[in-house]
């Protein structure tokens, strides 16, 4: 199994919300069933479980919020675990989204 992309770096203000695609690639001769699970509670996925015949793709809708009054920087990552081979993990970094101008 291989995920496209593995690092997701966005910049962010709080009170922010984004959508990220992300696509999961079976490599095996057989179907594979694959858990997702955020270890964030900033972060979730529209799909907690699903199944991924052999050599297609799933594709995997990550949200990301950043929470009004909080700050925006912060990492958190989506591990994906297949019922058989090694678990994956998507690497999120969000930094804080500055305007040109406008320095605190």
Same mark, same amino acid.
């Given at each position: 199994?291989?995920?496209?992309?593995?690092?997701?770096?966005?910049?962010?203000?709080?009170?922010?919300?984004?959508?990220?695609?992300?696509?999961?690639?079976?490599?095996?001769? *057989? !179907?594979? #069933?694959?858990?997702?699970?955020? %270890?964030?509670?900033?972060? +979730?996925?529209?799909?907690?479980?699903?199944? $991924?015949?052999?050599?297609?793709?799933?594709?995997?809708?990550?949200?990301?919020?950043?929470?009004?009054? *909080? !700050?925006? #920087?912060?990492?958190?990552?989506? %591990?994906?675990?297949?019922? +058989?081979?090694?678990?994956?993990?998507?690497? $999120?970094?969000?930094?804080?989204?500055?305007?040109?101008?406008?320095?605190?």
């Amino acid at each position: 199994m291989i995920t496209e992309p593995n690092l997701l770096e966005l910049k962010m203000s709080p009170g922010a919300f984004r959508a990220k695609a992300m696509r999961v690639a079976n490599l095996d001769f *057989e !179907p594979l #069933e694959v858990e997702v699970a955020s %270890l964030v509670p900033w972060l +979730r996925t529209n799909l907690a479980r699903f199944r $991924i015949q052999p050599g297609k793709q799933q594709s995997l809708r990550i949200d990301i919020y950043i929470p009004a009054g *909080e !700050p925006a #920087e912060r990492m958190g990552k989506i %591990l994906l675990l297949p019922e +058989r081979g090694k678990p994956v993990t998507v690497d $999120i970094i969000v930094s804080e989204y500055k305007r040109k101008g406008r320095e605190k």
